[in-house]
């Protein structure tokens, strides 16, 4: 009998929800009130800037994987075309972000269901959220993929929601001209490339998890084409759509109006009650509350792959990390690994804590004005 081996059954649309679950479709929504303050009302213009930029890391991607269709992704590029020591080092940095994400995703969802429910004790919520991170990702591959469309589309009503609220709203006030639809775009009173980079700097998060479909690569049919193109599609998708989300609250928040310290966490739900009651408020939350419970499975999905890539070279205990389950096709191993340790860590850190540890070097660099970011990203790795 043939070893087991990841099955390949993954088509090009898989991976595209795959990806779009990884990166979220709310992506802007914890990020505007910050960007919204930094760059003066221009956050629609620094979500299309920064699409531009990591449309060039995402050829990139694709590229490489076309080169090295490996479930080892980065790790295994850097080490065949630079050094195995430095694809090793590569390997654990990579997979810092694929652990750390799911354990940030289990405290923040256990932390939202406590506050709603408070009768059920944290722990049980954090058992429950790590449980079923694990549970969607113990599944063949390709029932993993139908779990990632169902979240999709459910999170596609609540955002389609919102435009029609936003036209309902922007249709009954007075006096609109056309600087008012392009304000978003360009406000010639506020405007400053500074403040523009600093913001573009910060809507780069908003992309951030597509590289995670590269480990995937083994379970993809044609790989050589499909990781490329489908890299490329997230980038496009997710930035047309943050582009889009982001327009309707900018035309439907007032001219000049920047979020009180207190409220850039809930700035965009805040946005949405203004355009279509309390409804479409709670409606938003709940989202978000989704959007983080498949940011966090999607991210121990790639972890899982990542460590089998490496498991196989023998970087780390081949037996263990290595291994394929037979009937399933999955390295059912390092997902249950990764499972306990989101709920190791998520009863030993806070989310500020894991929040900094993921994000570290990322928003240091800007200064004071990155104050507050980190509590605002919530599960964006």
């Not at 030993?348 to 004005?369: C, D, K, M, Q, S």
Request: glycine share 10%; with cysteine; hydrophobic share 50%.
């Amino acid at each position: 009998m043939p070893a087991p081996h990841l099955a390949r059954s993954l088509r090009l649309w898989d991976l595209v929800f795959i990806g779009i679950i990884l990166v979220q479709p709310t992506a802007p929504m914890p990020l505007y009130g910050v960007v919204q303050n930094i760059a003066h009302g221009h956050t629609v213009t620094t979500i299309l800037i920064a699409m531009v930029a990591m449309l060039f890391t995402a050829i990139s991607y694709g590229r490489m994987a076309r080169a090295y269709p490996s479930a080892g992704s980065a790790y295994t590029y850097v080490g065949q075309e630079l050094h195995p020591a430095l694809g090793y080092a590569t390997g654990w940095s990579m997979l810092m972000d694929y652990v750390l994400n799911p354990v940030i995703c289990t405290i923040w969802c256990a932390k939202a269901a406590q506050a709603e429910l408070g009768a059920i004790p944290y722990p049980l919520w954090a058992l429950f959220f790590a449980g079923l991170f694990t549970f969607m990702n113990l599944r063949r591959i390709r029932a993993t993929a139908r779990i990632n469309e169902v979240l999709t589309i459910a999170m596609s009503f609540v955002i389609l929601a919102m435009l029609v609220c936003t036209v309902r709203y922007v249709a009954g006030l007075p006096a609109l001209n056309l600087g008012f639809f392009t304000r978003p775009f360009y406000d010639p009173q506020t405007f400053s490339w500074g403040r523009i980079s600093t913001g573009t700097s910060l809507a780069v998060l908003t992309y951030i998890g597509f590289d995670g479909i590269s480990t995937l690569s083994e379970e993809v049919e044609n790989p050589r084409r499909n990781i490329l193109v489908a890299t490329v599609l997230i980038c496009l998708i997710i930035g047309v759509l943050s582009a889009v989300e982001v327009y309707a609250a900018q035309l439907v928040q007032p001219a000049g109006q920047e979020f009180a310290s207190k409220d850039v966490e809930t700035a965009y739900a805040q946005v949405a009650g203004r355009a279509g009651g309390m409804w479409l408020f709670h409606a938003i939350n709940l989202t978000l509350i989704v959007a983080t419970i498949g940011s966090g499975a999607g991210a121990q999905l790639s972890g899982a792959r990542l460590l089998y890539g490496m498991g196989r070279d023998n970087a780390i205990p081949r037996r263990i990390f290595g291994a394929i389950d037979a009937k399933k096709n999955i390295p059912a191993n390092n997902v249950m690994w990764i499972g306990v340790i989101a709920f190791g860590v998520a009863m030993l850190i806070t989310y500020e804590t894991g929040a900094a540890l993921l994000n570290f070097g990322a928003l240091r660099v800007h200064g004071r004005e990155c104050r507050g970011v980190r509590p605002v990203l919530r599960s964006r790795g």
